[in-house]
């Protein structure tokens, strides 16, 4: 049926029951999606150049020459982390409970058997760590990145804090198989930290064996440089290793334990912290700590506040807010779904972290859900606004014990916005995304009756934003879809679709100073052709259990110009609609 014009006054900022999000669109359709100006890394077409609120300091070309090809004299400290804080006066590695300090010292446990170099990143390498790619040829590189060597001035760490998974407390999590092994300055005068992913057993790793196996790290290193090119604030990944040491793993909880490879992934953020970092101190009365995390993070992170500013846990509260809204927005915008968005797995920085579960939404499906250990949907990529609101308010709840009556109350003024703050960001999202300029009243209603279309007829997410970025405008008026624009042929089934054209090139013709040509170059710059779907991964991950590194590879190559046409990604099949196989992948917690 089609969508009545009430449904775009869902897009206003009103409160739904409960004091969450209100119910969004159309039924079923994506409670979000935009692209902001002031995003960490927003692709070029959508915004200016702006630096976000917590943005490096130093975002400039750098003139000074790189280091050498060898990390001998690589120099890495943990000194920045360590002098502010107590550290755990236990330095024996046992599970146990941890309190009073943000780090333990703990190193990491070599693997047993051979280690081959499965991929790296160039441009983490070069542009990041400041060394030459022929650093990978080295044995002293392979030993650092499979955790068998830690680097002069390194003492490795592994971080202590807390979270709620799946709504409920969970307790102490922390660290329980990766490992800090350094912060790195660069010539840029960015600040580093790295950490080691599947590294052994930490005092956090609970049950764990400390490891994370080839399936999850392939689908880990992969994801964070594809959302870096998408334009997505993300962790990185520098390397991928793999091992053959056995790992066994449930991978769907049904009792059928296999034996799988272990892998080791090296991965780069400006801060691993999270809100777990701060509940953990709070829950457990720690808030002299509480208060020194803060204030390091600040200083560190978060320039345009005043470091010695009474309000300064207020500020801080507010970009968080402000910039979790964004991020959200923008893993709506490619179809991203998180797979687990505990407040563990949320960055204080709000940049993606944690790749898990995670997946890219073929068909348009607001109820797409790619984590099965999810069997109550909490984490459906239609409700990671909702998720995003939750997870806020349990940082606020550990910022309280620090903030006065009347910083409080305007904290909760300032999480009742983050509604708005939202709607407004996904709105000029999917205008960019279909090429509108300007404002017209029925912009909203436009979206929300392109989505209603997209899901009774179940049309790829992608690829219908993209062809809509390729066909001309004659071909639509027409009616005349060719047939390599198989996602507007699914689209153009609905027996409304003619109705929406013919709305949305009226509203393409309002468009000032603009031209077809124009608007078909503008959505390409926009709406990616190449997206990391589950489906790639895993033939990715079936080809490296072999050894075949070259599907990982070829998607690394393919995923670093997501919007440009590709013959090698065209002959792989990476534009076209997924296999019939693809439906039945399943991805879990278990890595």
Known sequence: MRPSRRVAAALSPARGEGGGLPRLLVPGALACLVWVCGARNPPEAFCPAVPGPNASRLEQSCDRERAAAGIGAWSLSLGSLLDPFPIDPIQENYVRNVRNCIFSIVYPTPFKSRVLLVAVSEEVIEDILDLHISVK?????????????????????????????????????????????GVYTNRCGERWELQLKGSGKTPYSRNGDGRAVLRSSVREFLCSEAMHYLGIPTSRAASLVVSDDAVWRDQFYNGNIKKERGAIVLRLAKSWFRIGSLEILAHSGELDLLRRLLDFIIHEHFPSIVPNSSDRYLEFFSTVVSETANLIALWMSVGFAHGVCNTDNFSLLSITIDYGPFGFMDSYDPNFVPNTSDDEGRYKIGNQANVGLFNLNKLLQALKPLLDPRQKQLASHILEEYGQTYYVRFTELFKRKLGLLGDSEDDNYLIAFLLKLMEDTKADFTMTFRQLSEITAEQLKELHIPEEFWALQDLGKHGLFSEWVAMYLSRLDGNRDDSDIKRRKRMTTVNPRYVLRNWMAESAVRKANLNDFSEVQLLQQVLQHPFQRQQAAEKAGYALRPPAWARDLKVSCSS
Do not use: I
């Open 137 to 181: 040829e080295t044995s002293d590189f392979l030993q650092f990145v499979s955790g068998e060597k830690v680097l002069h001035g390194s003492v490795p760490l592994a971080h202590r804090y807390g979270g709620h998974q799946f709504g409920s407390w969970a307790g102490q999590l922390g660290d329980g198989r990766a490992h800090m092994v």
